[in-house]
């Protein structure tokens, strides 16, 4: 009887959601960002992060008062960089 040819999995696979951190190098006024800017979500009891949802890019941000970010969501280097861009735009007048 012949052996078998062992098959190797060939998987196709996409880019669902990158993660990347940046720092702004200024710090954030949490409390005014989550009092004054629509659709971001603050609770310092459960979580010392304020948290800005895109919806263009699709993306999420976790801000940090010492000016650190975490983005999540994005799909391409491109989604990632347009997020952020867009998250420094909004959060401007907020920097201190």
Do not use: W
Not at 19 to 48: G, K, T
Not at 58 to 65: D, H, M, R, T
Not at 75 to 96: C, D, G, Q, T
């Amino acid at each position: 009887m012949p052996k078998k040819k062992k098959r190797i999995p060939q998987p196709k696979f996409r880019i669902e959601n990158i993660v990347a951190s940046a720092s702004l190098n200024v710090e954030l006024d949490l409390y005014s960002i989550a009092m004054e800017v629509d659709d971001v979500e603050y609770e310092p009891e459960q979580f010392p992060g304020a948290i800005l949802k895109l919806h263009n890019p699709k993306a999420s941000l976790l801000l940090f008062k010492n000016g650190k970010i975490i983005c999540t969501g994005g799909k391409s280097e491109e989604e990632v960089r347009n997020a952020i861009k867009r998250a420094i735009k909004i959060l401007s007048p907020y920097i201190r």
